[in-house]
């Protein structure tokens, strides 16, 4: 008798251990590395300077900046929708990733193709995990995680939120329209 309880308990708990294990996606992680971003100040005079943008755009994200606070600019999550360069170039220059005293150190090269878009970058947090449509990150300053959301996002419309892992506090409640003020987000 004991032993057919043993063996009902052990089933109960395997079973319950693998369908944890399946609500935890893996991560397709494209790259990651670390990055020093110049001072917004001098990340609006750059994009003033590249006659790109209006000076409405420009004004806007100084706004945007004002009420996220001291940390907007170093916090951001970025969607890119596909792959193309000049989608790479916008989103470069835009978020402050070109900027001339902007430096990037990738840890791991790229390991993302067109079939894994779109994907998302996280500029100052680091992702992980991914489960119950939730991407979990925690604060790191200077760390970029790039993961492809081909798998659990793939046409940006499943409303997956961003939570911070220790306190479960939501970030973005869809990744596909944006975040709260604090994060500097984009979608290119």
């Known amino acids: 008798m004991r032993i057919c309880v043993l063996i009902v308990v052990a089933g109960h708990i395997f079973a319950l251990a693998s369908q944890s294990a399946l609500a935890v996606e893996q991560i397709k992680t494209c790259s990651y590395g670390w990055i020093t971003l110049d001072s917004f100040k001098d990340h609006v ?15 806007e994200l100084i706004n945007k900046e004002r009420q996220g606070g001291p940390h907007f600019f170093s916090s ?32 791991q090269a790229w390991a993302c193709t067109a079939d894994n878009y ?3 970058y996280f500029v100052g947090f680091r992702v992980r995990a991914i489960r119950h449509g939730a991407i979990f990150v925690s604060r790191e300053n200077g ?22 892992f220790r306190s479960g506090a939501v970030l ?6 944006g975040c709260v003020n ?3 987000y984009g979608r290119w």
């Open 45 to 59: 005079a750059e994009l003033r300077k590249s006659g790109r943008y209006t000076a409405a755009d420009i004004d």
């Open 118 to 120: 779109p994907i998302a």
């Open 182 to 184: 604090t994060i500097f």
């Open 76 to 107: 951001q999550i970025v969607i890119k929708q596909e792959q193309s360069a000049s989608g790479d170039f916008d989103l470069n220059l835009f978020q402050g990733f070109s900027d001339p005293l902007a430096k990037y150190r990738r840890l």
């Open 143 to 164: 760390t970029v995680n790039v993961i492809s959301l081909k798998h659990s996002d793939p046409d940006l419309d499943k409303q997956t939120s961003v939570k911070d």
């Open 172 to 177: 973005c409640q869809d990744i596909g329209t």
